[in-house]
């Protein structure tokens, strides 16, 4: 390659520096009126109430499952490939994530594989809306209320994504978001939740600020109340500088969603000419955002010597994701072999705003030739 070909690479103008200025100029740079204009922005864009802004999407995870009830000795089923901050926020809350295989088409929780993991002690279910493709949420929203089991949607990568014409993250109890730098828009680390319910959205705002009431909203009363802490809370908080860069990138959203699919079409496009490497599934239920573009290599490919040769000639590959249960830190006796399987044959190929035709073509010629040699 001519030049070293990134992976993700995120998008700014000279917006965000004018919205960080303001912050920076204003003295308010914790959590302020900034975080509120951000909160409202997200609101509109998704059309949903009860947003509250978080650190990242980790703690959306946690926070909603701790809100929503979750407690030692409670079932969460995850689906199995996702990032392990996932299955993290259920043991957080002192819960046991079950993990359940996934659909090896789509890499999202299958429905069927849900209703076998069911027992007394299920309380919720975490769906991911992998790499931005939204998950069935029809049929899981279907089981959870057979079953009387909350949903929180794992949105982390699909800020934008719409199922049915719904937006992923709006459906369920409870949905979570991220914008770290790899994400679709991005704070640097940044997350938000959106819930159904306006007391679970104050019971998340109010575990964000260590238990009490954010000390904008303290300084905006006419009573002064010195606050009682009555519940351990945490700091997770987005701060008003974070905010700023995400009142910005919300701008950019969609044209940035409808470029990274004009690219994902080009990509299909030059893998559908390769025979070891297919290219990923697409939805005709949703709109897939292609956070990431997860492509899977034949079974013959030797997967990680593949991203290490492409790494060689400057293009920077990965892994698409993780299986969670052979995560050592589970300890789990789950079996999900289509995730371990996409675990093992996934490879995450460049996907960003910026990536051009021109570069695409070069990297093809890389790619196949690659596979061809291996
Ligand atoms: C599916 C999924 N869930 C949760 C997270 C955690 O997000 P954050 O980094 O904002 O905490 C990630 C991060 O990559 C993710 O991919």
Known sequence: MSKMIHLARPYFDSEELVEIRKVLESGWVSQGPKTKEFEE????????????????????????????????????????????????SVVYCGGKPVFVDVDPKTYNISPDEIRKKITKKTKAIIPVHTFGQPAEMDEILEIAEEHDLKVVEDGACAFGAKYKGKFAGTMGDVGCYSFHARKGITTGEGGMVVARDREIAEHIRKLSVFGIVTAWNRENTDEFVVPEFNEIGYNFKMSDITAAVGVAQLKKLDYIIKRKIEI???????????????????????????????????????????????????????????????????????????????????????????????????????????????
């Not at 005709?284 to 899977?296: C, E, R």
């Open 264 to 374: 994902a079409r080009y990509w299909d496009e030059k893998l559908e000419k390769m025979s070891l490497i297919n290219s990923p599934y697409n939805s005709p239920d949703g709109l897939h955002i292609y956070q990431s573009y997860v492509a899977l290599v034949d079974k013959k490919i030797n997967r990680n010597r593949l991203i290490e040769l492409l790494r060689k000639e400057g293009i920077q590959a990965q892994i698409g994701t993780y299986a969670s249960h052979v995560q050592p830190v589970y300890g789990s006796k789950d079996k999900c072999p289509n995730s371990l399987e996409i675990f093992n044959k996934a490879i995450a190929l460049p996907m960003f705003y910026t990536l051009e035709e021109a570069e695409i073509d070069e990297m093809a010629i890389v790619l196949e030739r690659t596979l061809e040699g291996m």
């Open 41 to 88: 922005n997200v609101s509109k864009y998704l059309s949903a109430k009860n947003v509250v802004a978080l650190t990242n999407c980790t703690c959306a995870l946690h926070l909603s499952l701790l809100c929503l009830g979750i407690k030692k000795g409670d079932e969460v089923l995850v689906a199995d490939y996702t990032y392990p901050a996932t299955g993290h």
